[in-house]
């Protein structure tokens, strides 16, 4: 497997292109439970280009009817992330401080659920700005949010198969 850096700025392009609006090559989960994690998925994709296309615990999506859970729900994404040692983008939790444009936060409850999966585009004076579908956003300071506790996802690279 060779290693290809993370563009986060491609990441970001992506989020604010798309923040507002739909990409047509997916589908909007909107009424499906949230657009969320689909639109993080797609900004990460967009800063690597490479999918997983393991069955069931990849990261990888054809179509409605044909995606890993990882691409739409907030727990299976951070799973896989975190956990990935295969093809496609891993990373590691980081404490808010330490997260950077591209990267991904998640959002959770008191009692441990994780259920927005926003996409940080800027970090300034120690304040985080994200993109996010679902509540559609760009340049939201995260501080707007009602949240219990948030994890960051530091985007390390991705694998690629040579």
Known sequence: MKIIEYDRAKAVAYAKEWAFKRNPEFYNFNNLGGDCTNFASQCIYAGTGI?????????????????A??????EYLYNFLVGN??????AEN?????VEIGDIIQLGTATGDFYHSPVVVDVRGGRIFIAAHSYDAYMRPLSTYNYYQARG?????ARKAE
């Open 51 to 67: 999918m997983n296309f393991t069955p069931t615990f990849g990261w990888y999506y054809r179509s409605l009817n044909d995606r």
């Open 94 to 98: 980081v404490p808010l401080e330490k």
């Open 153 to 157: 996802i530091h985007i390390l690279g």
């Open 69 to 74: 859970p990882a691409w739409t729900g907030v």
């Open 85 to 90: 040692g295969g093809e496609g983008p891993f």
